[in-house]
């Protein structure tokens, strides 16, 4: 038996034989264009999976059936129009192509949405009772408007179905309208609506005829249902095996998607998508024990990224298909390389959650370390061609997330890469992320690029710092700078930084400076940096404050993450402060007195602690890229019409003979961004070399 | 003195020769009944000796020169020895004749004694070393005979002493040439060769014909033994055959398994057989032994045991699981012995009578009674590698141009890769095909070679039972092993199709203008010749063509073609996993490694598998339709 067998298995849903075990489920892409079509990027999104071997595509994560339950505010796909229909051929026949098949989740989201915008909607819900999340008020949905919506859903089921799609999933999972009727915490009606368990299961129930109905027995109908709200007034995994079984002996549920956890407050919603903060697969349970219950397949997706992991849950039957969508927005490929027996050039999911935090901020989702997907519109690859052009030496300085995705493309393309990194290991700043409690997947992104430089042959100097000469010596055609910076602390001088007073997150993170005991953390950033060295010194044992002078701390970290923290930090009681801006900092004996701001009135108070750590960015390192930049063909310029354009640098076409070469830099150098931006730009820029 | 005693000379080696050939004859006759034509193949046998033999001979033109100065000149001059000397004919030209045979024999055997000089390993030594004495005292002794009969030299010179010495010479020539020759010397090969050229039971071999499958066990006749157990088990011809090797070691020099260090010598077990017809040990043997194991310890006889059932026999059963069938020893033989047919033979006793299959032997053969294949997978799930690709299955449509044969590469997830690429390249092409789907079974190529031969029997019923079913014009498939055994191995029991590898079907349609491909960009590219492929079906050219097709820079390896070296996945040698000091396909990937090219093409998913077991870095492996795929210029399906 080969190792992956049990992810081999076909699968028969309804009439529809799926080739694999494996499931891209749905998620929110917030790539539908034109009033929530599936346009061009959309679907070549999908063909990549499609391409890449995975079995079945749900795509459309809360795609809407009516008009009063808004699409735009994360472009999501809008069913209640006939215009979505040659949009929805167009999928089909990208994905079917390549042997996938497709299906779409179709919802209404009830009071769970924002009602501030565009049609300027009146949300609705069973009960009016308020969403937490999105601070979204609601009316008390009336029968008029039931019968309504239960017609757009069986029109929207049609729709898909006249689009050649291979099915819908009904979302009754993260609290959308089926769910809101299922619930009690927030169904308070008395009518036939609520109350009894068959009251409450009757919009689902009346939802399911009528999809039904129009649809016919041919055409897959699943459900997607949460395993256990984890509420205390919420549907207990009990409740939920209850519901599940009652659905499928209607006989009219052609399959249950299961996740764990209710999400309508900030705190359950991060279990929806686990970060990497998580054990594997944490909410299999809740999925098998669903299993137990019904006779149609069950489909389980959380934290499902690894083949092996995938063939153990399989082989083990405690579900029928894995869901491994973060896995497929990572790479794309991961079921053509298991196949390949290229299980080592899987580019993993490190649960970073950089796609479904952008997803919670209405921007469109996008992977942390692999910038083609949801790109192969614009024409970036996931598979690097060799060049058919000439071969040429490229210095990469600099080992970070920049460099090295700077290094695999150029090797890929068939150059000679050398690359420079002055320490003794790669991956620049996801090193340091790395060290804090939680982080410690940040380096499976480094893990990658460390075999894919190997596997590519790259020359890779580490401990090896690249001056001026050292870079010239190996007579290069392109240089390309990626040092990154260094932690920004002499911005105001009164902190001290000069006299040792403050120290960086860096040197704590990296070791450098041993955890005080009593720490006041100052962060002005609000993002990763500072959540994690407040944790990372608790752990250690220091008493901590973290102070912000933004709006809270964490405040620029997402949805699915903040809370994460939250959970570590309030438990190893880190008093977090906001609105209070680092005045200046003085010694006073063998204590440090650090004076704080009050952002809005001016007032001043006091710190005594042993240790003050600033967390206030990065300032770009530029001396080489200033000593090389005017013995560059292209005085260091990246052309960005041509970046932006995905075409390649017209410097490219230039000879470089002799003594001269190109200059380029990427990455935290030219301003500090984060990873995703630093491995764009090596994508794009080196991408035709 | 001489002249008078000539006559007695001659007549009485003739009579001790005849008196070994019936002896030797009397060996040979103990083994089991062979459905030869007797008088067909005496008439034949000229030819073939001349010509066949020749063509195998020749790949050597050094020792193909030699042999026809050697052997022409002596039986020449034999003929022209018995006129003039026994029946004291008085001829001039014949004497002259007689000169100038035995001057040519002479030049023969002083270039078997250059050879000698520094014999190469595969050569044996022993007896070996003193057979170009013996040409040469032979010759010289007919030359000077001949000298004075032609007037070159006076009547009566040299006188007594140089009457002596020829006297001597002759009788030495004699002896080792006619007498030895029927009692067991070096020049048995030629007497046993012809008759084995003969009564050789292949006689399709003859003639540039090819006959490379196995013959089936008669189960219905209930006195045959199942395999070979004891020498006596072969059948008389066979054993003929194994008399007739000349110990050249040319199978030696191409034997995989040898190479590897694994205990077998394909020479040494022709030369065991020997042993074993006329009882015996191994301990005079002169050539390479069996790798690993001392000569001496073995010994035999017709009615014992090969393989004993306790301590040692003729030969030690590893050897013979050893064996890949990769038939280049076969192809090597200017004897044309059947090494491959004698070690399956005593294989399937192995098997058959003693359920002794090595290793994961027995594990297999369990699978593939149990569950049609040898993997053990579940048989309901062979198509589940095609869930997403729609294939017509030949139970829905009854008839249809090509049946695409899977083979258990179905199973098998790299294999899978090739049937994808292939299937994409017979879509493209626009070909009507359809698989047997589930009905398929495996097509008991590694049972038959395993020595089960009722497995093999009971499998190959079985698909030829499905196959009447359906109407098809032709099978093709990616699998070399199922390819020979539907085309070459299915006939005798019943299923005769018109049989086609992949790449064979592929050069075709590229010839009739259905395939529009593109130059293929990645380099250089080496062929590996698959056994069943190349040796077994004699196909070399469609895979090279449709490499050329592609624009490819074909590079060929020092070993390729008919002298391609085994990938070592035949004849279930992974299965049975004999140790060896290294690894057979590493062997080949080094053969790889030096063309200089960084992809090797394949056409079989068993040398897939084993080349690709090689640890990296190494060259690529790709299957032909693979690279044809890669190379199709396809239409834009999408609007």
Known sequence: ?689 | MLTSLMPWLLAVAILLAVVGALRRARLWLRGRASNVNVWAGIRAMPKRYLVDLHHVVERDRYISNTHVATAGGFVLASVLAILLHGFAWESKLLAWLLLAASGAMLIGAVRVAKRRQSPPDRLSKGAWMRLPKSLMVFAISFLILSLPAVGLLPEGFGGVVLAALLTAGIVWGLAEMFIGMTWGGPMKHAFAGALHLAFHRRSERFGGGRSTGLKALNFDDAQAPLGVEKPTDFTWNQLLGFDACVQCGRCEAVCPAFAAGQPLNPKKLIQDMVVGLAGGSDASYSGSPYPGKPLGEHKGGPFQAIVAREGKGLLDADTLWACTTCRACVEECPMMIEHVDAIVDMRRHLTLERGQTPNKGAEVLENLIATDNPGGFNPGSRMNWAADLNLPILADVKRTDVLLWLGDGAFDMRNQRTLRAFIKVLRSAGVQFAVLGNEERDSGDVARRLGDEATFQHLAKLNIHTLQQYSFRSIVTCDPHSFHVLKNEYPELGGEYVVYHHTTFMERLYRDKQLSLKDWVGGRVTYHDPCYLGRYNGEYDAPRQLLDALGIDRVEMTRSGFRSRCCGGGGGAPITDIPGKQRIPDMRMDDIKASGANVVAVGCPQCTAMLEGVVEPRPQVLDIAELVAQSLIEEETRA
Request: charge should be negative; charged fraction near 25%; hydrophobic fraction near 40%.
């Open chain 1, 1 to 689: 038996m080969s190792q992956f067998d049990a992810m081999f298995q076909p699968i028969q849903i309804g009439k529809l034989t799926i080739r694999n075990r494996v499931v891209s489920t749905a998620h929110a892409e917030v790539y539908a264009t034109d009033g929530g079509m599936t346009t061009e990027r959309y679907v070549q999104y999908y063909e990549e999976k499609a391409k890449g071997g995975c079995g079945l595509c749900i795509c459309g994560g809360s795609s809407v059936v009516s008009i009063d339950s808004p699409q735009a505010w994360w472009s999501s796909v809008n069913l209640a129009t006939d215009r979505i229909i040659p949009h929805f051929q167009n999928l089909a026949d990208a994905v079917h192509k390549h042997g996938g098949k497709i299906m779409i989740q179709i919802t209404h989201m009830g009071r769970r949405s924002r009602w501030d915008g565009y049609h300027w909607s009146t949300l609705l819900s069973p009960s009016g009772i308020r969403e937490p999340v999105h601070r979204s008020t609601c009316k008390t949905i009336e029968d008029e408007e039931i019968t309504r919506i239960i017609g757009d859903y069986a029109q929207a089921a049609r729709r898909a179905k006249e689009g050649g799609l291979d099915g819908v999933e009904l979302s009754a999972v993260h609290q959308h309208l089926i769910d809101q009727f299922w619930s009690p915490r927030v169904n308070k009606r008395t009518d036939q609506w609520g109350g009894s368990f068959e009251n409450r299961m009757r919009f689902g129930l009346e939802v399911l005829k009528a999809v039904r109905a129009e649809v016919g027995n041919d055409f897959v109908v699943g459900m997607r249902i949460c395993g256990d709200e984890f509420h205390p007034d919420g549907l207990t995994h009990d409740d939920m095996k209850q519901i599940a079984a009652y659905y499928d002996a209607t006989g009219m549920v052609d399959f249950f998607g299961v996740i764990g956890s209710g999400c309508d407050t900030h705190n359950t919603l991060a279990n929806v998508i686990p970060n990497m903060s998580y054990p594997p697969e944490p909410f299999l349970h809740l999925a098998a024990g669903i299993k137990e219950v019904v006779k149609a397949p069950v489909i389980h997706a959380q934290n499902i990224k690894d083949p092996n992991q995938a063939q153990r849950i399989l082989e083990g039957g405690y579900v029928d298909m894995v869901g491994m969508t973060r896995a497929h927005i990572a790479d794309p490929h991961i079921i053509a390389k298991i196949k390949m027996g290229q299980v080592d050039q899987i580019r993993q999911c490190v649960g970073a959650n950089y796609c479904i935090d952008r997803q919670y901020q209405g921007l469109d989702v996008l992977c942390i370390q692999n910038a083609a997907t949801s790109r192969e519109y614009m024409g970036l690859p996931h598979i690097i061609e060799k060049t058919q052009g000439s071969l040429r030496k490229i210095v990469i300085v600099g080992g970070g997330p920049a460099g090295m995705e700077a290094a695999r493309v150029a090797a890929e393309r068939g150059h000679s890469v050398t690359l420079f990194e002055a320490k003794e290991q790669l991956g620049g700043q996801i090193s340091i992320a790395a060290k804090a409690p939680q982080r410690d997947q940040m380096a499976g992104i480094t893990r990658w690029y460390q075999l894919e430089l190997a596997r590519l042959n790259v020359d890779v100097r580490l401990e090896t710092y690249a001056n001026e000469e050292a870079i010239k010596d190996l007579n290069p055609d392109i240089v390309i700078l990626a040092v990154g910076g260094r932690p920004f602390l002499e911005q105001v001088p009164e902190w001290g930084a000069e006299e040792g007073l403050v120290v960086s997150s860096w040197d704590v993170l990296d070791g450098k400076v041993a955890p005080g005991k009593n720490v006041l953390v100052y962060d002005t950033i609000c993002e990763f940096s500072g959540m994690s060295v407040a944790d990372f010194l608790s752990e250690k044992g220091a008493k901590v404050e973290l102070v912000t002078d933004d709006i809270k701390p964490g405040a620029a970290v997402g949805g699915t993450t903040f809370p994460t923290y939250y959970r570590s930090l309030y438990a190893k009681e880190v008093i977090m402060t906001s609105d209070l801006a680092l005045h200046k900092v003085y010694r006073e004996g063998d204590q440090l007195v650090a004076v704080l701001e009050n952002e809005y009135t001016g007032q001043m108070e006091e710190r005594v602690v042993d240790q003050v750590v600033v967390e206030n960015g990065v300032r770009p390192d530029e001396a080489l890229y200033y000593a090389l930049k005017h013995q560059s063909l292209n005085k260091g310029q990246i052309d960005v019409d041509a970046l932006y354009a995905i075409k390649p640098q017209p410097c490219l076409s230039e000879s470089t003979q002799g003594a001269a070469f190109l200059l380029f830099r990427i990455g935290d150098c030219t301003a500090p961004r984060n990873t995703h931006a630093a491995i764009y730009d090596a994508l794009r820029l080196c991408k035709d070399f």
